[in-house]
């Protein structure tokens, strides 16, 4: 069974630039969320989709981040227009459990996203 | 949330098990306690989680207290593959995040 993969893997773009990462959950897995380290900080919970919808977007930092999950299937992150304090490693996990609590989340390798 | 607390770092002999505590003395009743842990380079990984009695799967042991109060995962017999920041979350009853601390910082010394 294929794990959750991320592209890209590394991302270096220029200040004011966009960025959109992907996320392929497990297959069948109707939960995903995005969570972020940026620099010597804790990860952070960015939203969670069950199917296409937006569950939770309460860790999303402001307007300049969106994300999608067209069919319920692959998810984006676009970052538009991208800031220095972006920079970090973003990480993609999903869970098949709809009962949350004790369900487990299954991460992808995370995308480095370098902003200069 | 409740929160929890970790030691920054712990040191430990490959081959030897390894005991990571972690208080969490504000849980509620219905917190779970989960553990994970992140390799070098990779994403975070599952490791265990436990609401009231010990657990135990093929990777950890874990521990819980009586008062649930604090709880320690137990590596049985560590390798140099089990180095890594091992993180102790405790998930609400309405929550499907993680909110993640700093984590314990595993050494193996070979």
């Known amino acids: 069974e294929a794990g959750v993969t991320q592209f890209p893997s590394h991302s270096v773009i220029e200040k004011g630039q966009t960025v959109t990462l992907r996320c392929d959950p497990i297959?069948?897995?109707?939960?995903l969320y995005w969570y972020r380290r940026v620099m010597g900080k804790e990860i952070k919970f960015l939203l969670h989709f069950v199917k296409e919808s937006k569950q939770d977007e309460s860790g999303m930092p402001n307007n300049r981040f969106l994300a999608e999950r067209t069919g319920g299937t692959y998810s984006t992150l676009k970052v538009q227009p991208a800031e220095l304090e972006d920079s970090g490693v973003y990480f993609c996990?999903?869970?098949?459990?709809?009962?949350?609590?004790?369900?487990?989340?299954?991460f992808g390798p995370g995308t480095r996203l370098t902003v200069l | 949330d409740a929160k929890t607390t970790q030691p920054n770092s712990m040191e430990s002999n490959e081959e030897e098990p390894v005991h990571l505590p972690c208080n969490h003395s504000?849980?509620?009743?219905?917190?779970?306690i989960h553990w994970y842990r992140q390799l070098p380079s990779q994403g975070p990984e599952y490791v265990i989680h436990?609401?009231?009695?010990?657990v135990n799967n093929r990777m950890a042991s874990l521990a819980i207290a009586e008062d649930r109060k604090s709880s320690t995962l137990i590596l049985h017999r560590a390798t140099l593959r089990d180095a890594a920041v091992y993180y102790c979350i405790l998930r609400a009853d309405s929550n499907y995040q993680l909110i993640w601390g700093a984590g314990t910082k595993l050494i193996i010394k070979p």
């Open positions: 436990g609401l009231t009695s010990n």
């Open positions: 996990a999903s869970s098949i459990d709809p009962s949350g609590v004790a369900d487990t989340q299954y």
């Open positions: 297959s069948g897995h109707d939960n």
């Open positions: 504000t849980i509620s009743g219905t917190d779970y």
